[in-house]
T-cell receptor
């Protein structure tokens, strides 16, 4: 089982739609979670950290469910410019993993006019 | 304005010919990471430096080496590149190994002829 799992998609949605991505992680001791965005052939860029109580940044909402070990990202009112791959990222724990970012495969979003 | 700078952006080398990729940072972060990302795959951590301490991932091939002569610079050396080493190589930094996210450079796309 992969440490961080995401549905690769692609998710094809019209402009203005609301879309949600989920991600599951295998290590229940994990403490830090992030969503990164990666445009085609570019580097990952931090979109937002994910806090236990959930957090919002404009049209983006991230939530964490520790009991079920999943993280979600909700994008409201999708824009064409939101088209990208969204990487779910968990910071490793344990002596061999401390500090290491563990990436999901990414979920590709295509927003159509 | 860029804080993590990778050079070059694109690198072409011949099969078996050693190549060095460079990364510099202006953030004064303790930790520098090298990731390999192949097409449609998650970034895969190769190794990282915490200050001068080198931490190699268990599955990183011996072909890949790294040097960190000072806080600002870190190099990735590929001693004998094979066709399977063609990928995007991403450098990232973070302050400590705690809960803070990592900042990525633009990446170097390596092609092998």
């Amino acid at each position: 089982r992969k440490e961080v799992e995401q549905d690769p998609g692609p998710f094809n949605v019209p402009e203005g739609a609301t879309v949600a991505f989920n991600c599951t992680y295998s290590n229940s001791a994990s403490q830090s979670f992030f969503w990164y965005r990666q445009d085609c052939r570019k580097e990952p860029k931090l979109l937002m950290s994910v806090y236990s109580s959930g957090n919002e940044d404009g049209r983006f909402t991230a939530q964490l469910n520790r009991a079920s070990q999943y993280i979600s990202l909700l994008i409201r009112d999708s824009k064409l410019s939101d088209s990208a791959t969204y990487l779910c990222v968990v910071r490793g724990v344990g002596s061999s993993n401390t500090g290491k970012l563990i990436f999901g495969q990414g979920t590709t979003l295509q927003v159509k006019p | 304005d860029a804080m993590v700078i990778q050079n070059p952006r694109y690198q072409v080398t011949q099969f078996g010919k050693p190549v060095t990729l460079s990364c510099s940072q202006t953030l004064n972060h303790n930790v520098m990471y090298w990731y390999q990302q192949k097409s449609s795959q998650a970034p895969k951590l190769l190794f990282h430096y915490y200050d001068k301490d080198f931490n190699n991932e268990a599955d990183t091939p011996d072909n890949f080496q790294s040097r960190r002569p000072n806080t600002s610079f870190c190099f990735l050396d590929i001693r004998s590149p094979g066709l399977g080493d063609a990928a995007m190589y991403l450098c990232a930094t973070s302050r400590g190994q705690g809960t803070l996210p990592q900042h990525f450079g633009d990446g170097t796309r390596l092609s092998i002829l």
